[in-house]
């Protein structure tokens, strides 16, 4: 099936315009992701919100970690792009009974809806939404659905049956509902869907980030209570995760479902998910920041490939989950790394990957942003068969590197709304961004290259430089700092 396509044409209105002198390749595929992404803007009748976002694979279903993963580049233009509003179609069909002629495809796909909520607040500053999604009990319901349903459920908003499974040690899950849908880490189907042979570390790993993000909402609206039992949940899964740490090969892997609970040494960017969550220690977290500058693992020209090089279930033409470049576990990895001292390794992989992308985008026909990339040369993945190539205008979340990854890792902004802070750490020569949004704040700043910023706000802002923090009023600015 074709998506539905946006009959407004798209304008640059309210999208924050960057700047980067040197690569205006990287600017021309950021405005393509875009408009591409406006194609994907829906409006349409009987469902729970509208409009929202459509995910680019199926005009009748919807993913929860598609819609999850767009909400991180919607948060940069959130009056023209409704990302966070289409978790609503979620909520309101599995926890409030409404209709909708929407499938959900897998109620069990990562659960992402917590992370999700809490960057768009730190973005928007919305303290109101968070406080009504959690008074709704949405990302409380869904974290207990996490860990109680049955393998082999099917609801009525879907037509695909569970597979999650919580045990002691861990998640049984498999490649479809985890979402790397032909991954080789598992294999041996179960009769409820489920790959048997393994407990999937990143499943533990995202209901962690669930608590840890459910806490931190909670500490937001001041509902103490509620934060202090996600930070006990959080706790009790950090030591679950910690269960999938190799220390020999300094990595995290999968485990064998049954007795001695041997490591399934895959190596995939799923081992990324307990940094991001808050599962890693300064040693683990160094270690991963590592792998990805090894170009025999997930680093080199074209990094995060989806099965890591020197793997054996590596493929080189991409073969969907056993090598393709994904920019959702991309995006994921570099937030992780960004976040937890490993900023300059996240910045200089996205901008490797994003160089990738606008050299397919100019040398491959048709030109367009694809669903996954080849690890080896400028091109699309191939799909599950390994012969036909993946889906094209994929915006849907393959827009999060050309938007989020450019303007986080490649420019260098880190938006606090509730702070009243934009960090940046600048990449140097003629650089900056025009109407970024902090809250309601717009900041406009770029670098003239040897160390002038101009500067200028329509409220008061903390903009903090290379670690050096300036109290801005409304108005026009000149600062001077060392090149």
């Known amino acids: 099936m074709t998506s539905l396509a946006n009959p407004i044409p798209f304008d640059r209105t309210g999208i924050p315009e960057p700047v980067l002198d040197s690569a205006p390749h990287l600017i021309e595929l950021y405005w393509t992701a875009w408009a591409m992404a406006w194609d994907h ?20 279903t919807i993913w929860i970690w598609d819609t999850c993963f767009m909400a991180h580049f ?18 309101q069909v599995m926890y409030d009974g409404a209709a909708s002629p929407l499938s959900i495809q897998h109620p069990d796909n990562p659960p992402l809806f917590a992370w999700s909520e809490e960057e768009y607040a730190r973005h928007t500053g919305d303290v109101a939404r968070v406080a009504r999604i959690l008074e709704g009990g949405y990302l409380q319901k869904h974290f207990a659905f996490f860990d109680a349903v ?8 879907s037509i695909v049956p569970t597979a999650v499974e919580r045990t002691d040690r861990g998640y049984l899950w498999n490649g479809i509902c985890s979402g790397m849908d032909n991954t080789p880490r598992a294999s041996e189907l179960t009769e409820h869907g489920t790959y048997g042979d393994i407990l999937w570390s990143d499943a533990a790993a995202q209901q962690a980030l669930s608590a840890r993000s459910i806490a931190r909402l909670a500490e ?23 269960d999938f740490w190799d220390p020999e090969e300094g990595m995290y892997y999968d485990r064998a479902s049954t007795a001695p609970f041997d490591f399934h040494r895959v190596k995939t960017p799923a081992a990324y998910w307990p940094l991001l969550a808050g599962a890693s220690s300064t040693e ?7 792998a990805l500058e090894d170009s025999a693992v997930f680093g080199g020209d074209v990094p995060w490939p989806s099965v890591a090089r020197d793997d054996p279930a590596f493929r080189a033409t991409g073969h969907y989950w056993r090598g393709g470049v994904w920019i959702p576990l991309a995006y994921m990895s570099g937030r992780a790394l960004a976040d937890t001292g490993h900023a300059a390794t996240a910045a200089r992989a996205a901008r490797r990957l994003l160089d990738h992308m606008a050299r397919t985008y100019s040398d491959y026909n048709p030109p367009t942003i694809w669903e996954a990339y080849s690890p080896n040369r400028p091109a699309p993945s191939t799909g599950k068969d390994d012969q036909y190539i993946v889906r094209p205008d994929f915006c849907g979340w ?11 890792h490649v420019l260098g ?21 025009r109407g970024l949004w902090c809250g309601t704040t717009s900041l406009s700043v770029t670098d003239d290259g040897e160390g002038l910023l101009s500067v200028q706000t329509n409220g008061p802002l903390r903009l903090t430089v290379d670690g050096t923090a300036y109290d801005l009023t409304a108005g026009c600015h000149t600062v001077r700092t060392a090149t």
């Open 41 to 60: 803007v829906v409006e349409r009748d009987g469902v729970a919100r509208s409009p929202y976002m459509d995910e680019g694979f199926d005009p009748e």
């Open 74 to 91: 919607c948060k940069y233009a959130p009056q023209r792009f409704p990302g966070i509003e289409s978790l609503e179609n979620f909520y």
């Open 150 to 157: 049955q393998p082999g459920s099917v609801f009525p908003y």
């Open 220 to 242: 937001l609206v001041g509902d103490h209570g509620l934060a202090g039992e996600f930070r006990a949940r959080h706790a009790e899964l950090v030591n679950l995760v910690d």
């Open 284 to 290: 683990q977290a160094a270690k991963l920041a590592d």
């Open 398 to 408: 393959s827009a999060l590197a050309p938007i989020a990854m450019l303007i986080e």
């Open 413 to 433: 902004f880190r938006v606090d709304a509730i702070q009243n802070e934009v960090v940046w750490t600048r990449p140097g020569g003629v650089a900056g961004i």
